[in-house]
Each structure stands twice: as C-alpha cells, then as structure tokens.
C-alpha cells in the first residue's frame, strides 16, 4: 500500500505507517502533475493538507485511490460528497489542531493589546533615537483579564479558544446555529478539573457584547462579518480571523479600522491566499501570520498519528 503525503506529514505519522507496512512517499507534487503521479505510481492513499486540491476530475481519473485524507479541519479543498459517493473514503483531524489554533489567536490578541505587532518593528528603527516617544506611543495597552470575548463557530476550535479566554479571566459569549451549549473542562498540571457551560446567543448578541471577537467558521458562501456586522460592534473592539479567508469583508474591515470602529485586528487567513491584497500588509493595525494556526509541532505530530490510526483502521 502507498500513501502519497503530498503537503508533508509529520515523522510520528510516517513511523506509525511504516511500521503498519505502508510505504509513505513525501514528495511533493505539483497540482497538474498529481493525477499523472498516482496513476504511475499506484497510490492508495493521497494525504493533503490546505495546498493541495482533490477535485472531481482528479477522483474521476486515479481510480487507485482508496483514502483522501486532510490533514486539519476545513476540507473546502476536497470534492469531499463526490468523493464519497465514488466510494472513497475521506478522513481528517478535526481534533488534532484546535489548540494550536487558540493558542495563536491569543498570541495576536495579547501582541495586540499592547501594540507588540508595532512595538516589535519600531523599537530596532527607532528604539535609541525615539524611546521616550515610542513609550509615549504604546502607554495605552489593555488588559484581557476581565473582558469579554466573543466566539463565532463554537466547534472544536471555537471550544478550545473559549478555554484559553476562560483561563486568562474573561467572559465568554458564543454563537452556534447548531449548538445551544457547550461543556467545557479545563484540565490544570495538578490534575485539577473546572467545568463551565456556556449557552449559545445570538450572533447580535455576540457581536454587541464583544470586546474582543474570534471567528472559528467553515468557508461559505457569504461574508460572516460585513459592514452591516461592523455596525453592531463596540467601538474598538479587538478582531482574529484564523479560520478561513472570505469570512470577513476585508475592505469592510480596512474601513471599519479607519472610523475607529475596530480598534485592531488580527488575520491568520486571507481572501487572497497567497497573495495577500498589499492595504492589509501595510496595515499598521493589523497583526499578521501567513496561514500558521495550527502549524505547531505537538499539532503536526497529533495529527500525523491520528490521519495513521484511521488510515491503518481502514485499510487494516
């Protein structure tokens, strides 16, 4: 059996398939090369991650192929229905990553209560000849501790963001059209266990409680956040977006910068990946990262093990 790994799969993973007796190939092949390869080389399994596309032409033509795997959540890269109804199967790692994901929303969030984004870039220009100006500059940060987070998409994602909020000393409020509550354990180095439940509100709601506001949705066909969404916002609230690129307007968010509306705001994804429009890299009132939310190594090593096991489960 042969897993083409074509975005990269951790070592964990190969080693768990190797030793299953799979022979795991990491080249990465370019996408109008891909049906070609599999079907020379006979591969039973295509693993990707966000880069590589599995579309109906490619299901269509490379009818070795047993196993579609993504490794993360969103699979908007995968025909996934026509796949299935092909009779493949697709698998993906839904839990896997949702960590790193919130850790990297607060990451932002706390660089960007206290202009570390800015700070960062101007203390080696400036930092000599301008320190009395630069802390004049960045003397009103706030705090976490206290605020009130807002979560759109309350899955996985949305549930470990919302513990991360909860262990920094916020208020949680979420929205979820298919969720009206959630449990949620947080689990301590000494072994000690708090359980919180957070009743899902509305979106309004949400988006007029929130000091700060993270997006934890699946690509769709309209934005989640537009003018009319801005609207109803506080007034310098704190946005991240590590979900996908499209959920939010981005030329709704650069205006709702410049009224004041958003105070700042944070992008892990981008409408226009991987080409980012330039009035967002430019931005002084964004934090940026391209694309690396769950781009850890205890994320990559879980879900490498875990796209093994089911792949292993499968196929035996």
């Not at 209560?113 to 009395?132: I, Q, T, V, W, Y």
């Not at 802390?135 to 706030?142: P, V």
């Not at 509550?181 to 009743?199: M, P």
């Amino acid at each position: 059996m042969k897993v083409l790994a074509n975005d990269g799969v951790s070592q964990s993973g190969i080693t768990a398939l190797e030793t299953a007796g799979y022979e795991v190939i990491t080249t990465t092949v370019a996408q109008e090369q891909l049906q070609n390869y599999i079907n020379k080389n006979n591969i039973d399994v295509l693993l990707v991650r966000s880069a590589t596309t599995v579309r109906k032409d490619l299901i269509d033509n490379c009818p070795s192929l047993k196993i579609i795997g993504r490794g993360g959540v969103g699979m908007d890269n995968i025909d996934v229905e026509y796949a299935r109804g092909k009779g493949l199967k697709v698998i993906n790692t839904p839990a896997a990553s949702s960590h790193s994901v919130a850790e990297l929303v607060f990451g932002h969030f706390y660089g960007l209560a206290r202009f570390l984004h800015n700070s960062n870039r101007d203390m080696p220009l400036e930092g000599d000849a301008n320190f009395k100006g630069l802390k004049k500059a960045y003397a009103k940060g706030t705090e976490l501790k206290g605020k009130t987070l807002g979560v759109l998409g309350f899955g996985r994602i949305g549930q470990a963001t919302a513990k991360v909020a909860l262990g920094a000393g916020m208020k949680v409020v979420a929205f979820d059209p298919f969720l009206d509550k959630a449990d949620l354990q947080l689990d301590f180095f000494d072994g000690q266990k708090v359980n919180f439940e957070i009743e899902t509100i509305s979106k309004e709601e949400v988006l007029k409680q929130s000091d700060f506001l993270t997006l934890h949705v699946p690509a769709q066909k309209d934005y989640v956040i537009d003018e009319a969404e801005f609207n109803q916002m506080k007034d310098g609230v704190i946005i991240a977006n590590a979900a996908r690129g499209g959920v939010i307007n981005e030329v709704a968010l650069v205006k709702a910068l410049e009224s004041g509306k958003v105070a700042r705001a944070a992008l892990d994804v981008y409408e226009k990946e991987p080409k980012p429009e330039v009035q967002l890299l430019m931005n002084p009132a964004l934090s940026l990262t391209p694309h690396t939310g769950a781009a850890t190594n205890e994320a990559q090593d879980r879900i490498g093990v875990e796209l093994a096991e089911q792949i292993i489960a499968i196929l035996g």
